[in-house]
C-alpha cells in the first residue's frame, strides 16, 4: 500500500498526464462496533496503478495484487455487566402468635338414674309337711360330770400328793407337794404370773418332747374371776435349772415354736421352768385369789408336772434377792404327764374356798 502511494507522487512530479484512473471503491468492511467508546475506522483503498501507455516511464513491475488483508475483525470488548448485589432477604419479623384461649369444658350434669321398681314378689304359701312318726328312742343316760371343784381341791391339798419328781431332794418344800403361801397379794403389788415345772419321774434316761398347750392365770374381785394372763397371747418364757440345787442351768431347746410350742424335755438331772411370755396385772387392793390352769401332753420318758404362781411387785418389776419382788402365791401337788400324747391339765388355786367357784 505504501509502495502505490510513492508512485503516485513520484508521477505527478514528472509531469505525466495520465487519464483519471478509475477509482475502485471497495467493498466497505464491517465496521467493528464497540459498545464502551466509538473508534473511527480508516478506509483503506486498494486501487490498482493504470499502466502509462506511450510515456517511456520506469516501466513499474505490476504490483503483484495482494490479496486483501482481511480486516481483522475486532470483537466487541465486552462491556462488564454490573454483577446485580445480590437481594438480602429481610428477616423475618417474628409476629407474636397469641396464646389460645383455654377452652373451659363444661361440667356434665350427672343423669338421674332411675331406681329400679321393687316388685312385691308374691309371699310364698306355707305348706304343711307330714307329721314324722314318733320312733321310741331310748332316753341317753347321764354321763356323771366331773367335779372340778373336788379335783382342784385334791390337786392342792399336799397329803394327797402320791407322785414325786425324781433327783429333787427333800430339803426342797415343792418336792413333797402342795406349798400354800401368799393367797393373796400384799399390798401393793399389782401383778401375778402363772408358771410350771417338768421333770424325769424316773431314773431313766431316754428323751422325751413336750408340748405346750395353754397356760392361763385368772385373779378373783368382787366381780368374780378375770383373765390377766393367757400364754396364747404372750407366748412362753423357760429355762431349765439343776433338779439338786435349782440352780439356773442354760436356755431349754425348742423342737417348733408352734403354737402350740414343742421343746425337749430337760435331761436327767434337770428340770424346765416355764411361765407365760408377759405379767397379768390387776388394780391394787382389788384382789384375794388366783386361779391357774395349765395344759400339756408329752411323748417319750415318763415326766411330772406341778403349777402354781407368784405374785409380782408390778408388771415389769426385776427380779431380786430373797424374792421381794415376786413372793410365791402357792404350789400344787405333781401329776403325771401321759407319754403317749394325751393332754393333761393340772390346776393351781390359792383360796381352796373358792373351789366350787373356779371358772
Not at 316388685?119 to 309337711?129: A, G, I, L, M, Y
Not at 347321764?142 to 399336799?158: F, H, K, M, Q, Y
Amino acid at each position: 500500500m505504501r509502495f502505490l502511494i510513492v508512485c503516485l507522487v513520484s508521477s505527478l512530479l514528472v509531469g505525466c498526464e495520465n487519464p483519471p484512473s478509475p477509482v475502485v471503491t471497495p467493498t466497505p468492511k464491517p465496521t467493528a462496533v464497540v459498545t464502551a467508546s466509538p473508534v473511527p475506522t480508516p478506509v483503506l483503498t486498494n486501487s490498482p496503478v493504470p499502466t502509462s501507455a506511450p510515456t517511456p516511464v520506469v516501466t513499474l513491475s505490476p504490483v503483484p495484487t495482494d490479496a486483501p488483508s482481511p480486516i481483522a475483525t475486532l470483537s466487541p470488548t465486552p462491556v462488564p455487566t454490573d454483577t446485580p448485589t445480590p437481594t438480602v432477604a429481610p428477616t423475618a419479623v417474628p409476629t407474636n402468635t397469641p396464646s389460645p384461649a383455654p377452652t373451659i369444658a363444661p361440667t356434665p350434669v350427672p343423669t338421674a338414674v332411675p331406681s329400679p321398681v321393687v316388685t312385691d314378689s308374691p309371699t310364698p304359701v306355707p305348706t304343711n309337711p307330714p307329721t314324722p312318726v314318733p320312733t321310741n328312742v331310748p332316753t341317753p343316760v347321764p354321763t356323771a360330770t366331773p367335779n372340778l371343784g373336788a379335783l382342784v381341791i385334791s390337786e392342792n391339798t399336799r397329803s394327797q400328793n402320791t407322785i414325786f419328781p425324781f433327783g429333787v431332794p427333800s430339803s426342797f418344800g415343792f418336792q413333797g407337794g402342795a406349798v400354800a403361801e401368799n393367797a393373796a397379794p400384799p399390798n401393793g403389788f399389782t401383778s401375778v404370773d402363772g408358771w410350771g415345772v417338768i421333770v424325769h419321774a424316773t431314773s431313766a434316761t431316754s428323751p422325751a418332747t413336750v408340748t405346750l398347750l395353754r397356760l392361763v392365770t385368772y385373779v378373783h374381785t368382787k366381780s368374780g374371776w378375770t383373765i390377766t394372763c393367757d400364754n396364747n397371747l404372750s407366748g412362753w418364757w423357760g429355762e431349765l435349772y439343776t433338779a439338786s440345787t435349782f440352780v439356773d442351768a442354760g436356755p431349754y431347746t425348742i423342737v417348733s415354736k408352734g403354737p402350740p410350742m414343742v421343746v425337749a424335755a430337760p435331761t436327767q438331772g434337770l428340770m424346765f421352768h416355764f411361765a407365760s411370755g408377759s405379767r397379768g396385772s390387776y388394780v391394787a387392793g382389788t384382789v384375794d385369789a388366783t386361779f391357774v390352769a395349765l395344759t400339756v401332753s408329752a411323748t417319750g420318758a415318763p415326766l411330772v408336772m406341778q403349777t402354781g404362781a407368784d405374785w409380782w411387785l408390778s408388771a415389769t418389776a426385776p427380779s431380786v434377792p430373797n424374792f421381794a419382788n415376786n413372793p410365791g402365791a402357792g404350789i400344787s401337788n405333781w401329776i403325771a404327764i401321759p407319754t403317749n400324747g394325751t393332754p393333761v391339765t393340772l390346776y393351781y388355786l390359792s383360796q381352796l374356798n373358792y373351789a366350787n367357784q373356779v371358772p
